[in-house]
């Protein structure tokens, strides 16, 4: 099995969605306590995935690199984004909590095969544009370091001129980097939660890679709701009236000769159908299934319809904030998520069981990376790699035949 090596772990669902892509972690890395208690609890209880994980507790930044004593294929990670994210105070390169630097150092050091970063979307405003240029060329070029109290614009200069020269093409640790703005709905997740993915293979291998097409979108959700029927009769629900927002786009998609090509966007419904409701008795059965009450809507955050995916679950500065997770059930008002319905929108497995408080829980969960889109991506980055090694393999058993 291809080693990996996981910094930012939070509670495991980037390391979960590249264990299950075919990458095994050399070391999981994580500084927060709630995190690596929920990695613990899980590895105590034997949890499949995560029992084996080598976790190291502390700051990426003091990393024994002693204790890794193979070669690593992936280096993966979810930087902090408090620093870009469109709902914190959007300091970037200000922000103390920016570990970028560090996770680029682990890629020099290193020298993965490939690596997998992700962060929020807020990383693509305008306002951090050539800072996120900055990223993307350090981890281009993790060779060419600052110097001493060079500032972060003038290495970015330096960087730029090294890009235009072509020279660093020729020698060193270089890498091809795929950065990617995707939303996590069109892959099957029930959550609209946008994130940027940055992808990077060593250029050495030759690898030819694009992010994965979509597998899902709105506009088979929609065909399946309002021109077959079928989500309704599925769930069974009788079909309501095509709501007048969405008549023109429905129209459309009735005069189409072919249906989506990709499969409907998944719902909350979708996702949650077979939990029971937390305010009944058979939800005490349910791990991390119990009610918190005291959920209201105030505007702009008015809770996610049951019918579309979920809006994007967010962990807050100062506890849970309410519109993100919060659902508005069908008679219109609405209920906090539990702890595993927010655990089933992240595609978290069901016996995974998280450490702390309903609050702690849910800011673990909205910290976290999706399971089932990192396995897409991480496996789409697994296959071209064994195929690189097919290939080299092929070429020295082609030059053995013809030395013989």
């Not at 084996?52 to 990670?77: C, K, M, N, Q, Y």
């Not at 306002?127 to 070029?141: D, M, R, T, W």
């Not at 979509?214 to 959700?221: G, I, M, R």
Request: charged content about 25%; aromatic content about 8%.
């Amino acid at each position: 099995m291809m080693k990996s090596i996981e910094l930012f772990a939070g509670v495991g669902g980037l390391a979960m969605g590249c264990e299950l892509a075919g990458f095994s972690p050399a070391a999981v890395i994580e500084w927060n306590k709630w995190a690596c208690e929920t990695i613990r609890e899980n590895q105590e209880r034997a949890y499949p995935l995560v029992h084996h994980w080598p976790l190291h507790e502390g700051d990426v930044r003091d990393f024994d690199w002693s204790t890794l004593t193979e070669s690593i294929d992936l280096v993966a990670g979810g930087p902090p984004c408090q620093p870009f994210s469109l709902g914190g105070k959007h300091r970037a390169h200000g922000d103390r909590r920016d570990m970028f630097p560090a996770a680029v150092d682990f890629v020099r050091r290193l020298r993965p095969r490939a690596f997998l970063f992700e962060n929020v979307k807020g990383l693509t405003r305008s306002s951090f544009a050539n800072y996120f240029q900055y990223i993307l060329l350090q981890l281009e070029f993790p060779e060419v370091v600052a110097r001493a109290n060079e500032d972060w614009e003038d290495h970015l200069r330096r960087l730029q001129a090294e890009k235009s020269s072509g020279l660093r093409r020729r020698a060193g640790l270089i890498y091809n980097v795929v950065p990617t703005l995707v939303n996590a709905a069109d892959y099957g997740v029930p959550q609209r939660r946008e994130r940027v993915f940055i992808v990077g293979f060593r250029a050495d291998l030759g690898v030819e890679w694009s992010f994965p097409r979509p597998t899902h979108s709105l506009d088979a959700l929609l065909h399946e709701q309002w021109v077959t029927g079928d989500y309704w009769r599925g769930h069974g629900l009788p079909q309501p009236p095509v709501p007048e927002k969405l008549a023109s786009r429905v129209r459309a998609l009735e005069q189409s000769l072919l249906p989506p090509a990709e499969r409907p966007w998944r719902t909350v419904r979708d996702a949650l159908a077979d939990l029971p409701d937390p305010t009944t008795a058979e939800s005490a059965t349910i791990q991390d299934h119990r009610f918190q009450g005291g959920a209201k809507t105030y505007p702009g955050h008015t809770g996610s319809p049951l019918d579309l995916p979920a809006k994007t679950l967010k962990a807050g500065d100062h506890g849970v904030p309410g519109g993100e997770n919060m659902m508005v059930r069908d008679n219109g008002t609405v209920r906090y998520f539990t702890a595993r319905e927010s655990a089933r929108l992240q595609t978290f497995p069901d016996g995974y069981k998280l450490h702390g408080t309903w609050t702690e829980a849910m800011r673990q969960i909205g910290n976290a990376v999706p399971v089932m889109l990192v396995r897409h991506v991480a496996a789409s980055v697994a296959r071209r790699l064994i195929e690189n090694e097919a290939r080299q393999l092929a070429r020295m058993t082609e030059a053995g035949r013809a030395t013989a």
